[in-house]
């Protein structure tokens, strides 16, 4: 009779001091993804148990110098073959945004004369609904709300191509377009930000860029390419983050990286099969290093734990680098 009262404490016991399931969301990331190079990757990103998968552009390579379409075709093609079932098999959310692999031409911007044709083979690949905004307007800007545990959270995924004015300078060695209507988002884009960003009710705002806002140092594509357009979003964001967590996502650099200013903090999360070069690489708002090895991203949204968490992981899945937001207690209310 002992022995079952024992048992019997030891299960109450246990049941009282068992922690309460702490309910949160988590994204991978990653970017420039080659449909023609193997993609051991996903062995480590399953093992993470994500909830969804944010493409931060370059998702296929199907550019040309000449700007055509038809190794485009082929890239998407082929890449529907890579991905792997569990991802696509509609038990994950996905969320993507091009970059210029995927949008037609190196670095391309406005000028490109087949981008109408691009972005609809963009949205078919990657399932867009016709009633979704992204099918009836030029670019494929959007935005997503969700609530986690009684949080609202606003994904705004940006086009940083479609509208951009041209690049200043050689290639991998750009220069800052002053000019003062020179533009990365265009006019419709720009007042589709805004609004969005002043009207939602969300206190937690991730913003998808395929292109680094916080990096300056680098001679590469960035949005410090065009300074005016750089100082407009991170006042936009400054004016946000009053009342509002942000978080930046990009891709592009085949290098990941964590950057911070007095605002917000951004997750560089690339390249996911086509590392980078080998050499090192500092800027004044990154924490600890960049790395050009094989990575993924993680987002790891804890209301419950008034947190968020940001990583860079490598192929097999360690951790390079992390930081974590804290959330105000005031914005996990439901």
Known sequence: MKTYSWILITIISSTLIMPVNIFAYKYALGSCLDQDYKQPIWSSIKKENIDGFIFLG???????????????????????????????????????????HDYGINDGGKDYKLKKEAQKMFLKFWNISPSDPRSIREGTYFKKSKNIDGTGVEIIGLDTRYFRSKLIGKKNAYKPNMLPKATILGQEQWKWLERSMNQTNSSIIIILSSIQVLAT????????????????????????????????????RHRAGIYKNDDFVEITASSLNKPGSKNSESDQLLIGSTFPETNYGILDIEPKKSKITVSIHNL??????????????EKTEA
């Open 58 to 100: 370059d998702n296929v390579y199907g550019d040309q110098p000449s700007g055509t379409l038809s190794k485009m075709k082929k890239a998407y093609q082929v890449q529907k073959t890579k991905l792997p079932n569990w991802l696509m098999n509609n038990e994950k959310e996905i969320q993507a945004i091009w970059d210029d």
């Open 217 to 252: 140092d680098h001679p590469y594509e960035k949005w410090a390419n065009f300074p005016l357009e750089r100082k407009r979003l991170l006042n936009l964001i400054s004016l946000a983050s009053n009342d509002k967590s942000i978080v930046v996502v990009s891709g592009d």
């Open 316 to 329: 097999n899945g360690l951790v390079l680098n992390s930081h974590t937001i804290e959330l105000p207690l």
